[in-house]
């Protein structure tokens, strides 16, 4: 990585604002552990290792200064940027972020603190860029077909060829984006990024081609995607995940018996909103214990009559597919069923058989076993059946 040439003193204002509550935790999202380090201070260690800033100012919210000072602290970064207390909105922020910076800067770049994924080659070509034509933003072409939409209908299809997704880093001369914030706060106008505000100004904004990788942390699907990204730009295995399910269900008459997909003839069967399979069900929990994502109830509730006698396999694909998004895959998995009747040996191959074909596994990677409890308790008197699971998950080999 060389440096831009001819490049004025530069510095960065990272903003990290947003109090997270769309992903609902305690802390702003930018303090939120990804791949072991903090959202933020990925994003500033970017800014660092992109070697060409002579200061760095991080905006937070007065609530979060001491905890943000605390967290530079343990990953080694205090003194190596400004803490300074961000506005209500992300241009006071940056407004503040400005007012923060030393003397002798000519350039500056912001980012937002909650795209951790920033790839420092992207932060020296938007310098560059900003150092030669004034001012720059990351953007990228948009991929997907826009439609214009009314009233829940479609309107139009709009020419998508002109259009980008802006991102940041966006830099400028320092001098041009101070009259454009003084032109926005004189004008009570408000923009989403420094770009609007320069242009409002008539100020020419180069385009440098971002990455789809340099994604903003809005929602928890956003933690995942970055997580995945992560393991693959470092090239790391993360290490394998572990799940634990139970579930169990009253035995009635009337109603079919169903373990692991497969039906048991017997005089009673087990009470449910869906096909009441224990076993299945204690897989998917497990399962869904090891990817972090609660249980089968949040994921498919027993009041939504989408899976009113549902077959529970398919609940089962779900979660492996969910699974399968995150690149994880399904290692094995050991399962006990607890039922005092009837003798399940005759059907356990089969049992086997239908929950690995489900797991894309092999029937070995699925361990069954049944036991009764010799009489005792409500599985012993035959008032239900309880099943046990624990699963693997292992990170998928990357095609
Ligand atoms: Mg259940």
């Given amino acids: 990585m060389s440096k831009p040439e001819n490049l004025p003193p530069a510095a960065a204002i990272i903003t990290a604002g947003g109090v997270g509550r769309r992903l609902g935790g305690p802390g702003p999202k930018q303090f939120l552990p990804l791949g072991g380090r903090p959202v933020l201070i990925r994003a500033l260690d970017a800014c660092l290792r992109a070697d060409c800033l002579t200061a760095i100012v991080l905006t937070l919210p007065a609530e979060h200064l001491e905890a943000g000072a605390q967290m530079l602290a343990r ?50 070509a938007c310098l560059a860029a900003a150092g030669r034509d004034g001012a720059a933003i990351v953007a990228v072409p948009v991929k997907d077909t826009i439609k214009s939409v009314a009233e829940g209908r479609v309107a139009g299809t709009v020419d998508r060829r002109p259009l980008w997704r802006a991102q940041t880093p966006q830099a400028a001369r320092l001098a041009l984006l101070r009259q454009a914030y003084e032109a926005a706060a004189r004008e009570g106008f408000r923009g989403t990024d420094e770009s609007s505000l320069l242009e409002r100004i008539g100020c020419p904004v180069a385009v440098v081609t971002g990455s789809e990788d340099n994604l903003k942390i809005t929602v928890w699907e956003d933690m995942a995607m970055a997580e995945a990204l992560l393991v693959a730009k ?15 269900h ?3 008459p009337g109603r079919a018996l169903i373990l692991g997909g497969v039906l048991i003839p017997h005089p009673t069967g087990l009470l449910g909103h869906s096909d009441a399979d224990a076993l299945t069900h204690a897989l998917c929990d497990a399962l869904l214990g090891a990817l972090g994502l609660g249980d089968i109830g949040r994921h498919f509730p027993d009041t939504d009559p989408r899976y009113a006698g549902i077959d529970s396999l398919r609940l089962l694909a ?41 797991c894309q596994v092999a029937p070995e990677a699925i361990n069954l076993k049944a036991t009764t409890t010799e009489g005792m308790g409500f599985a012993g008197r035959e008032e239900g059946i309880a099943c046990h699971a624990v699963a693997l998950l292992l990170p998928r080999e990357r095609p």
Avoid at 341 to 354: C, H, V
Wanted: charged share 20%; proline share 7%; aromatic share 2%.
């Fill in 75 to 124: 990953h080694g970064l205090a003194g190596r940027c400004r803490l300074t207390v961000g506005g209500a909105t992300r241009q006071e922020s940056v407004l503040a972020g400005l007012n923060a910076l030393p003397a002798g800067i000519e350039l500056v770049l912001v980012h937002d603190g909650a795209r951790p994924l920033v790839d420092p080659e992207l932060i020296r």
């Fill in 250 to 252: 009253r035995l009635v």
């Fill in 318 to 358: 779900q979660v492996v597919e969910l699974a399968t998004a995150r690149g994880w895959a399904v290692g094995n998995a050991d399962l006990t069923v607890v039922a005092q009747r009837p003798k399940l040996a005759p059907f356990l191959a089969e049992m086997r058989a239908r929950l690995a074909a489900v």
């Fill in 234 to 248: 470092e090239g790391k295995t993360p290490p394998p995940r572990i799940g634990h399910g139970y579930d169990a």
